[in-house]
Structures are given as C-alpha cells and as structure tokens.
C-alpha cells in the first residue's frame, strides 16, 4: 500500500491509499480463474506505489484537486507500470521481485504475456474513464516506454552507445510514466497549462535521476542491501552511465575487458574500472537532474505542497544511498562526488550523508 510517510510526503486526502488499492484490486479482477489468481499476486506484491504517490503529490500542489480523478489516475499509472514489470520480467528472465516469483515463473510465459497485456488494458481503460486527454497522456507514456525499451535493447553489448543514447532510453523507460503520473495529478488540481507543463518536465527529470541511480547501484550496492544481484550490467551487455563514462576515457582497459567472455574474475575488473573512472559522470549526471527537477518546480506557485515534492528528488538519492550503498564502495562514492564537476549544487549535500 502507498506509504505517504515512507516516501516523505504528505496526503491531502488520508483516506487515498485505501481506495487507491481497492480500485486497483477491482480493475485486475479477470473472469479467467488462473490467471486471475496470478494477477492478484502481482498487484498484492510489497510496493511503495510510487507513480501514484506522485500523482496525489502534484495533485496537492494545485488549488482544486479532485480526488476521485486522482485516484482513478493513480490506479491506472499503477497498472500501467504493473504491465511493464511482467514484460521486463519476462524478456530479462528474473526469477523473483519483492520476494515473490515473477509472472512467468508462476503462470508460464503465455501467462505471463496476458497478464502484462491485461493490465495494459485495464489500466488505459481507467484513464479513459477519466477524460480521452487522460487516455491520451497514458498511451503517449507507454508508447515512449517501448520505444525507450528497444533503444536499450538495440545497444546492448555495443561499445559505441553514447551517453545521449544511454539518455534517451532511460528517459523513455523508466521518466516516461513518472512524467504522465505528474501531469495527470497537475491536470487532476485544476492547475494552469504551463503549471502542468512543469510538472511533467519535473517526473520526467525525476525519472532520469530514478534510473541513473538504480543504474549505479548496480556497481556500488550488495544482494543483501539491494535485494537483487549486482555486477548485472556489465554481463548481460546493458551499458550504463557508470560504464560509458568509464569507456569514453582515453587508453581505458574496460573496451579490451568487455570484447572477451565476462567471466567472473573478468566482471569483476571490469567494475573495478568502472567505479574507478566512472562513477563521478554518473553522479555528475545524478546532479544534472536533480537541477532539471528543481528547475522545473520553481516554476510553480509557491505553497508547502509544491516545496515538499521539489524536495522529493534529493531526498529519494539521500535515502537510497545512505541505505543501499556497500560499505566498501562508500569511500569511492565520497571521492567521486568531490570529483564530479557540478557535485557542489546537489550531490555534495545528498552524500554527507553516505558515511
């Protein structure tokens, strides 16, 4: 369920998680027992809700927020990314998430395939029940999603994928969704165009950031701290911020590392250098966005609502470096922030706190 305190926001409405999860239970229900089943163990699945959060967070920087459309659009921008994690689930062959099986570990991959297809479809048709904009904004999210998808895909294991490329895909991945999440609670707020405009620039911004950190966790964290494997990227051909920085730097040995069969002394090398060279445009990078997000929040009207989700950002890259970091690397993270060209404006006071 959302947890507003979690996630260091407030509510303008406390009684929003509880309808929020009981109309996203309702919208999954399907008349096929199996794969109804299925569905209700993705949608019960431990989460923080984070789409939706930002949903109600921008609908409570407007000055008349309509709650039911709020939290009709929080359930289908929840939906919509509960489709996305049975599809990427299933092309990356994970075998669990949130301490559960995956999709198609339980229902096989035909199951798998009609549950991320039927909570597409329910979750845009919520939007639809919400205006033919709200739809609109939910199907230009999704489509940008694939195409940043298929960017990825389409660079993996290539030496000459550039950082803009690496960008883009993120953007379109992971920022696409947290973009329309942030437009649809500034639409739900009765706010003015270009009030929305920047709301969308901050999720889209936001989103980046999301990314590029959970991309650098991958170098920087452990299993037991991230819940996941780690020193993933690199094997599986998937170049990340980290590792392009690193690739871009003159007479660098992680291009020779990378043309040959990463072993697992090998894998490890190669992080070495990539940590070592790369890590400070990775946060660099990290930094660059977080000045996007809070750019793109000046433009609001002031109000406590609209300063505790500026604050939102910095404090996600806070939290998750000072709680997912490995002890090991924290001292490469403190080198690399001092190192990075622009760490004095964010970065800087974010990983004070690392130690």
Known sequence: MLNPTALGLALIDPSAPARLER??????????????????????????RLRSALVFAAAACG??????????????????????????????????????????????TDGAILAGDYLLAVGNRLAADVSATTAEICARAVADMCVGQAQELAGRYAHDTTMRDYLAAIGGKTGALMRAS?????????????????????????????????DVLDAISNEELLGKPVEQDIPNGVYTACILAALQQPHTPLRALLTEPMVPARTAEAYRHARAAGLPAALDLIDRYLGDAAAAMDLLPCSPASANLAA????????????????????????????????????????????
Do not use: N
């Open 63 to 108: 000055p008349r927020p309509d709650m039911a459309a709020a939290v009709t659009c929080a359930a289908a921008v929840e939906l919509l990314h509960l489709s996305s994690l049975a599809h990427d689930d299933l092309m990356d062959d994970t075998d669990a998430r949130g301490g559960l099986p995956t999709l198609h570990i339980g229902l096989g």
């Open 23 to 48: 109309l996203i239970r309702e919208s999954a229900r399907c008349a096929q027992p199996w794969l109804d089943r299925g569905l209700g163990l993705i949608v019960r699945r431990p989460g923080k």
């Open 312 to 355: 939102w950002p910095a404090h996600y890259v806070s939290t998750i470096l000072r709680s997912r970091v490995a002890p090991e690397y924290r001292d490469h993270v403190l080198a690399a922030t001092w190192m990075a060209q622009r760490g004095d404006r964010f970065m800087h006071d974010v990983c004070c706190h690392v130690r």
């Open 182 to 214: 942030c437009e649809l609670g500034g639409r739900c707020a009765g706010m003015r165009r270009e009030h929305v405009a920047a709301l969308a620039k901050f999720g889209a911004a936001f989103g980046i950031v999301f990314q590029l950190v959970d």
